[in-house]
């Protein structure tokens, strides 16, 4: 197995003396004791071997092929580096545990099940990292049901065999579901035979670049015209990616999005939308009787090519904008006494959901799906804020939790300015790792179903862009989806979390991924968070009284009144709650009251600048002063400092001299460009 120099600087690390906790594994073992004795070499091609059933042997090869270990015939145990055993009463292994014990002698996996001893192999291929283990002792067991990766196929379309690549990716960190979501507005990509036109049109774009797309019309292409850009996977190869994944541990989930999110569909059968005109709306009619059928065929052909006990049907940012005044959707209304457009949409997932269940799956969607009337049965995958969490378990649904603040993969995860164009926000490793689901469950715990990573693929163009996204910080939602375990929550004794720790386990495994082919992320090279953050900042108006002559916006009000002298520096994201936003009048107009007459000798403030959000550096920045909060004397404009950092969006407009007072007024006019001001801090010093 090649290896890097960093990969054999861990390693060596790791075997000189390190405590277990820097054995490079993702996710960290629920239980890992190292034992005494030399450390074992492991040869750089792994054979298992074991007395195990021919069928257990069997599928249990895929995995072993993939991680580059030899399955020898059983029961060869002589010539293995590992051998696969029965686990034992003595072993304590969980249904879906594994027991993992090096000697200097070699390598003993004991499990019960196939699930068990495949992710026991991955723990040995991750082991194996280092070339030389340590003995060790390893009890270890999933901790929640479901452990997702949802990739956007519709945005930007990937190839089969990335897909391909990545169940291999995903497999090595026991995740247990791969979601796809495959039909929005900008492509379908699952053949539908009955409706030909889904993979012969609504599969196609002029543009291939989705941000084009969506500036230049929105429109779709006939299948091979000049410059068609989209594709879709056929049944078969759908088939195959299922049994490919299944072999692997893994459950393909598939995404039909309904009732919104739909205009590709309405344009290729435009009588599905309420209007019956192309182009034109975004929502299936849900008065036309005609959607559901279409609906139900199309589920049918997904059922019979993805076995997955769940099937997504979306439900997510439907606008519902035509259904007011479509006589179709307002008949339903009438006949089946809904109130309003929200029932409709209860009663469109119900019926979508009574479907599925007739044909034994049941329903999965985001977290709008949620309404009293939803099935007994169906799930919910809460994205828009945990706050959403508490309806779910109000309704006595599972949930699936992947809230965008911290699971969602496409926005920046290093120094915005330092990457390419992604998604807004700033979204590092500390950040998906530091979320902890455990307290919310902690009084239902059998309501967490699980943890899912979501990569939305609107900025991401290409196959490596993927990559680049999702590594390491999928390694993250592993971690986090293996670990998580709210019925032990009360009983815990040591803190969860070591994100130190952690980032040393995912820089070896994301060089390895990177040796291997895997284009992820140089987090080695990590620019990181902005230094400010990390030291909150002392100076005279430390937690003085802010008054404001002009509002703060309420969509970014960040800590309030308090945030202009609460020590905090923003992030490198202007929606992190540190940043607050001014556009109303003259935009930032605030007075500081020092408390008592001060002397001081500089006020600084810091701006942001994103010009695609429409936020601009100040035109300029005015400071003046006053003894009695009425009479201000004008001290002068505060210059720009050069950047500290090369590109960054946020500059430092510090004014200097001599001054003598109780109110420190400041005031950043917007320039031409009208748009928003955005700042931190005010610094008096
Ligand atoms: C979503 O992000 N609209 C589920």
């Known amino acids: 197995m090649k290896q890097n120099l960093f990969t054999l600087l861990f390693c060596l690390g790791g075997a000189t003396g390190a405590s277990a906790d820097v054995l490079p594994l993702i996710p960290e073992p629920k239980q890992m004791v ?43 145990t002589a010539h293995a580096t590992c051998v696969l055993l029965p686990a034992t009463p003595s072993d304590s292994v969980p249904p879906s545990g594994y027991r993992l014990r090096v000697t200097p002698r070699g390598v003993r996996l004991s499990a019960h099940t ?20 340590r003995p060790v002792d390893i009890h270890d067991y999933p901790g929640l049901e479901w452990r997702g990766i949802m990739l956007d196929v519709s945005r930007h379309f990937v190839s089969m065999d990335f897909l391909r690549k990545q169940v291999d990716v995903l497999a090595r960190y026991k995740f247990n579901r791969f979601h796809l979501h495959l039909t929005d507005a900008a492509g379908w990509r699952i053949e539908i035979k009955r409706y030909p036109r889904l993979t012969q049109f609504a599969a196609w774009r002029p543009n291939a670049l989705w941000k084009d797309w969506w500036n230049k019309g929105r429109l779709y292409s006939e299948e091979g015209s000049d410059s068609a850009y989209g594709g879709y996977y056929t049944q078969q190869e ?3 990616l299922v049994r490919y994944a299944a072999d692997r541990g893994i459950t393909i989930v598939p995404e039909i999005e309904m009732p919104g999110h739909s205009e590709e569909v309405l344009t290729a059968y ?21 959607t559901f059928v279409f609906l139900e065929n199309v589920l049918s052909e997904v059922m019979d090519i993805f076995p997955s006990p769940y099937i997504h049907i979306g439900g997510d940012e439907a606008a519902k904008a035509s259904w007011p005044t479509c006589p179709r959707c307002q008949a339903r209304m009438e006949r089946e006494g809904l109130a309003d457009v929200e029932e409709l949409q209860g009663y469109f997932v119900r019926r979508i959901g009574s479907f599925l269940r007739a044909h034994g799956r049941h329903l999965l969607g985001w977290d709008e799906i949620l309404s009293d009337s939803l099935p007994a049965d169906a799930a919910v995958m809460v994205w828009r804020d ?71 693929c609107e900025w991401i163009p290409t196959e490596a862009d993927v990559e680049r996204m999702l590594y390491p910080r999928a390694l993250a939602v592993a971690e986090q989806a293996w670990t998580t375990e709210p019925s032990r929550y009360a009983s815990r004794t040591s803190p969860r979390k070591d994100y130190a720790a952690f980032r040393r386990r995912a820089l070896a495994q994301n060089e390895r991924l990177r040796t291997e082919g895997v284009r992820a992320f140089d987090l080695k090279n990590e620019v990181g968070h902005r230094p400010e953050v990390a030291q909150p900042v002392n100076h005279l108006a430390k937690g003085c009284t802010v008054t404001y002559n002009a509002p703060f916006s309420p969509y970014y009000p960040a800590a309030r009144e308090a945030t202009l002298t609460d020590g905090q520096r923003g992030d490198w994201s202007y929606s992190d709650g540190r940043w607050q936003g001014f556009i109303a009048g003259p935009r930032l107009d605030v007075t500081v009251d020092l408390g008592s007459v001060k002397d001081f000798g500089s006020v600084e403030a810091d701006f942001f600048d994103a010009p695609g959000a429409e936020i601009f550096w100040p035109a300029e ?33 510090s004014w200097t001299g001599k001054a003598q007072g109780r109110y420190v007024r400041v005031q950043a006019p917007a320039g031409e460009k009208k748009g928003w001001i955005f700042t931190d801090e005010i610094v008096v010093r």
């Open 270 to 290: 435009p009588a599905l939308s309420c209007t019956h005109e192309p182009y034109k709306q975004a929502d299936f009619c849900a008065g036309n009787d005609s």
């Open 34 to 76: 190292t034992t005494a004795g030399a450390p074992l070499r492991m040869p750089s091609k792994v054979s298992v071997a074991g007395a195990l059933p021919p069928d257990t042997l069997s599928a249990l090869r895929p995995l072993a092929d993939g991680l580059g270990m030899t399955l020898l015939g059983a029961p060869d």
């Open 114 to 133: 196939v699930e068990g001893w495949r992710y026991g192999l991955a723990t040995l291929w991750q082991l194996a990292t280092c070339g030389e283990v």
């Open 621 to 653: 920045v005015r400071v003046s002063v006053s003894a009695d909060g009425q009479t201000f004397t004008p001290l002068g404009t505060a210059q720009a400092t050069a950047d500290n950092i090369e590109r960054s969006p946020i500059r430092t407009w």
């Open 386 to 456: 945990t706050a959403w969490v508490d309806d779910a378990v109000a309704q006595g649904k599972r949930v699936v939790l992947s809230p965008g603040a911290f699971f969602y993969l496409d926005a920046y995860q290093d120094a915005p300015f330092t990457q390419p164009e992604a998604n807004g926000g700033y979204r590092p490793l500390d950040q998906v790792y530091n979320f902890d689901a455990e307290p919310m469950f902690a009084g239902c715990p059998d309501m967490l179903m699980g943890i899912q990573g979501n990569l939305w």
């Open 238 to 240: 759908l088939r195959a």
